[in-house]
């Protein structure tokens, strides 16, 4: 069984700064690229960024200049650091992570953490 654990999420005031980590464990190889997504009221869920095992990222234009992404492969551990904080980022952010155990990869979420930026 494999889990994803988020945690880093909460209010903070616009301008602000918030750092959101997802460690995946359980019974399993490794992981390949992991990632956050974000989905806001009554919108789609949409990529934040994302990270492949060799370090190569992909930002949404949304948070390019604001938004960091790194992954800890030891740890098999993803961060997202997001700096100047608009009320519009106010969203559940879900973890996603391709894990690999012998041959075969599998693609999983966390439960998401609630993210809430006020004006």
């Known amino acids: 069984q494999v889990q994803l654990v988020e945690s880093g999420g909460g209010l903070v005031q616009a301008g602000g700064s918030l750092r959101l980590s997802c460690a995946a464990s359980?019974?399993?190889?490794?992981?390949?690229?992991m990632g956050w997504y974000r989905q806001a009221p009554g919108k789609q869920r949409e990529l934040v960024a994302r990270?492949?095992?060799?370090?190569?990222?992909q930002d949404a234009d949304s948070g390019k200049g604001r938004f960091t992404i790194t992954r800890d492969n030891a740890r098999n551990t993803v961060f997202l650091q997001m700096n100047s904080l608009k009320p519009e980022d106010t969203a559940v952010y879900y973890c996603?992570?391709?894990?690999?155990?012998?041959?075969?990869?599998?693609?999983?979420w966390g439960q998401g953490t609630q993210v809430t930026v006020s004006s």
């Open positions: 996603n992570a391709g894990v690999i155990s012998r041959i075969f990869e599998y693609d999983y």
């Open positions: 359980g019974s399993f190889t490794s992981t390949s690229a």
């Open positions: 990270v492949t095992s060799g370090g190569r990222t």
